[in-house]
């Protein structure tokens, strides 16, 4: 019991320190999106008691506004708007793959702040594991990201947009936020839930 009491308070510290950077997201994709256009969806609100192994609300949002902002910018004529293509192309695939490996994982933070791990938060392994082995790929590809936005970026100096220009420095904040918080968080939560969580 006292063993069970340590881990569940283990588990809260973990989840409450890694919760208050994830929660600084919001002010980057507010610092650098349009308002919502007439006929631009936004992402569903989370169900009431539905599953926390989803990608957080706001991460999603804001891979939303950032796709939303670049579907904008890919409009713009000549090479503002070809190098725009560009970096959403670099940008869609490896989001894809965010939300599928490395988001999920830190939709059970809450839940570990509120207590122990279970035995039904161990589905989340599969994604963490595939997050470590798949790491080294995921960051090669913020390379070839940071690639496209410098070009973008430079483009939108040249054309004199100044909210294309606080785009993309929020949005290398939030590559190397990725780099420094939410990938290692996201993998410290599988390894806790792996050495914490009953096993069936």
């Known amino acids: 019991m006292a063993g069970d009491r340590a881990r569940a308070k283990d588990g809260a510290?973990?989840?409450?320190?890694?919760?208050?950077?994830?929660?600084?997201l919001g002010l980057l994709a507010a610092s650098c999106s349009a308002p919502p256009q007439p006929g631009e969806a936004e992402p569903p609100a989370a169900a009431e008691g539905s599953s926390p192994l989803q990608v957080p609300q706001s991460l999603a949002r804001e891979h939303q506004e950032i796709h939303e902002t670049l579907a904008r910018a890919t409009?713009?004529?000549?090479?503002?708007?070809?190098?725009?293509?560009v970096l959403e192309q670099a940008l869609a695939p490896h989001f894809k793959r965010e939300e599928e490996i490395a988001a999920p994982p830190l939709g059970l933070l809450p839940a570990l702040a509120r207590g122990p791990a279970t035995a039904e938060m161990r589905a989340v392994l599969p994604m963490t594991q595939a997050l470590e082995r798949e790491l080294p790929h995921m960051?090669?590809?913020?390379?070839?990201?940071?690639?496209?936005?410098?070009r973008f970026r430079a483009e939108a100096v040249k054309a004199n947009k100044?909210?294309?220009?606080?785009?993309?420095?929020?949005?290398?904040a939030h590559a190397l936020q990725e780099?420094?918080?939410?990938?290692?968080?996201?993998?410290?939560?599988?390894?806790?839930v792996d050495s914490a969580a009953p096993k069936p």
């Open 13 to 24: 510290m973990i989840a409450r320190t890694l919760l208050i950077p994830i929660g600084s």
């Open 179 to 192: 780099e420094e918080i939410l990938y290692p968080a996201a993998i410290a939560v599988g390894r806790y």
């Open 162 to 172: 100044p909210d294309y220009v606080r785009f993309c420095d929020a949005l290398a």
């Open 75 to 85: 409009r713009e004529p000549g090479e503002l708007g070809k190098t725009a293509m």
């Open 139 to 150: 960051l090669e590809e913020h390379g070839a990201v940071r690639d496209a936005l410098t």
